[in-house]
């Protein structure tokens, strides 16, 4: 998909669905129409041509924030648009939530991330809870619509935008469990009140879905860069597999194991030569990003994405125009915990991904609003693999990969443990990942060392600020509880145990008290 799609998105509004919906589901965060003119959709869904660029905007509402970039008619309200980002919202609880990050701002409601005290209450789990209905309301307005079209090319919009909303349900599933409002194109267009739904149903659902359109979808690559494709599908039922255990107390290892051989024997990907261009602005053309989602400093301007992440992480001694930027916002940096999982010998760092920026940096945390104290991370940057700058020193060019090969690599030598089958290749994956890692095979392991210990270290060292870590935790039994603990973990700066009830999110108090139909989740 081309880097300027937020400029070529259709000025409409799903009024009728989008405000009333909204009501139902986070009042303080309404859905607001997108043009003033106020074209329904009924008018924009009259010309054929206008699925493609609802589809578009539906893509577009994972990296932007309104109808006007950075700021300016944003699609929620009750926060600064600028928080508002998908992208944004999804790397604040998966990556500040855990031992990857903390942030040094004291906005209302942030600084709890970094001690897993978020409250039922909090504009952030608002922000993220609302944003993720939002795009499944686009969506099912434009596949209730297109179900009633014959063209051959809308059908396969309709394909794209059920994988979509799918991907919205999963991270409902993975953030807020399954006592959810349940809405899809069948339900009414009206004021009512959805009932909620569970988690047994939810994850049967999001699998249906994609079962069901994964032959509708291009072949492997066979799509627009950024757009679904079988593989996308193959690699997101992985995940739901993987997961099954903490999410409806059932085993699904096989399953995700079969869906990442699918990926890895069938998809066309390749590793990167290089890890650090993974992270760079031309990481479109490293071969091993499975769906990214798309950013450009010109044309897609916000302040959520990965300019949050490249500015966010810049302060202290770094340089910002290394990282082809001027801006320096001094907010995250990462625990002493995290930093232990890499290897360090007499010359540095062995592993390369250890992207620490540590000149003027301390290890430890004693005050998290202070930038220098933690190591700094220069992972993300605004420069391509060539050194060239981005186009704009503000806003970010580089794409943000949500799902990647190695990823699944990593994922189907857990499966194979998990399952004791296919572990010889699993080896031989994970070997790969880390020749990569430490350039050459110094890094390799063995089969003895081939266990669930190291592949919840491995997929740290790999993925990390990538948007995995916590869903990782919880699968791993580690994200909240005392088996591990890591720097204000609990509030304290040698870390605590947590309570369990928060490896979940609370669903919002502003939604419990619209919508008589919904209970809160356990311990909120």
């Known amino acids: ?79 600064d648009e600028g928080f508002s980002s998908y992208v944004r919202q999804l790397w604040v609880h998966q990556v500040i939530s855990t031992d ?89 267009i009206a004021a009512y009140m959805p009932e909620p739904t569970n988690s047994e149903d939810l994850f049967a659902y999001i699998e249906s879905e994609l079962l069901a359109i994964e032959g509708q979808l291009p072949s492997p690559q066979g799509n627009d860069y950024g757009r679904a494709d079988q593989a996308v599908a193959w690699t997101l039922l992985a995940k739901l597999y993987l997961n099954a255990e903490t999410y409806i107390g059932q085993e699904r290892y096989a399953d995700a194991l079969s869906y990442s051989q699918r990926v890895i024997d069938e998809g066309g990907f390749t590793l990167a030569d290089n890890y650090q261009h993974l992270f760079m602005t031309d990481n479109d053309q490293t071969g091993e990003i499975i769906f990214p989602v798309r950013f450009d400093g010109d044309n897609m301007r916000t302040f959520g994405g990965t300019t949050f992440i490249i500015c966010a992480s810049l302060g202290g001694s770094m340089v910002p125009d290394d990282f082809g930027t001027g801006c320096a916002w001094a907010g995250h940096r990462t625990t002493p915990e995290f930093v232990s999982l890499f290897e360090e010998d007499q010359d540095g760092w062995a592993d390369g991904r250890a992207l620490f920026h540590t000149d003027g940096q301390s290890l430890e945390i004693e005050t998290i609003s202070q930038f220098t104290q933690g190591y700094a991370i220069g992972k993300f940057s ?34 194979a443990i998990r399952t004791n089958s296919e572990t010889a290749r699993a080896l031989d994956l994970v070997n790969e990942i880390r020749d990569r890692a430490y350039d050459g095979n110094s890094g390799e392991i063995t089969a003895g060392e081939l266990t669930l210990d190291f592949i919840i270290e491995e997929r740290g060292r790999e993925l990390y600020w990538e948007g995995h870590r916590r869903t990782d935790l919880v699968r791993f039994g580690l994200f909240t509880g005392g088996d591990y603990t890591w720097s204000w973990k609990g509030n304290e700066q040698e870390g605590s145990s947590t309570s369990e009830h928060l490896n979940i999110f609370p669903i919002p108090s502003a939604d419990i008290n619209e919508n008589l139909n919904l209970t809160q989740n356990p311990g909120y």
Not at 383 to 394: C, D, L, Q, Y
């Open 1 to 79: 998909m081309n880097k300027n799609i937020g400029l070529k998105l259709l000025a409409f509004t799903l009024v009728l669905l989008v405000s009333v919906y909204a009501i139902s589901c986070v009042d303080s965060l309404n859905t607001t129409p997108i043009d003033e003119d106020v074209v329904t959709s009924a008018q924009v869904f009259d010309d054929p041509e206008n699925f493609k660029k609802v589809l578009a905007k539906m893509y577009a509402g994972l990296a932007l924030t309104g109808q006007q970039g950075p700021a300016g008619q944003p699609d929620i309200q009750g926060i």
């Open 100 to 188: 990857e990050a903390v942030v040094a701002w004291s906005d209302p409601d942030l600084p709890e991330f970094n001690y897993q005290a978020w409250g039922a209450s909090s504009d952030f789990v608002r922000a993220m809870y609302s944003r993720i209905y939002y795009q499944i309301t686009l969506a099912n307005e434009f596949i209730r619509e297109a179900r009633q079209r014959d063209e051959a090319v809308i059908q396969d919009y309709l394909a794209e935008a059920r994988f979509l909303r799918a991907l919205s349900y999963w991270h409902l599933l993975d953030l807020f469990g399954g006592n959810v409002p349940f809405v899809t194109e069948a339900d009414p």
């Open 382 to 415: 605004n420069r391509s693999s060539t050194g060239e700058r981005g186009k704009n020193s503000e806003f970010m060019d580089t794409d943000f990969p949500m799902f990647r090969l190695a990823d699944v690599y990593l994922m189907f030598a857990e499966a």
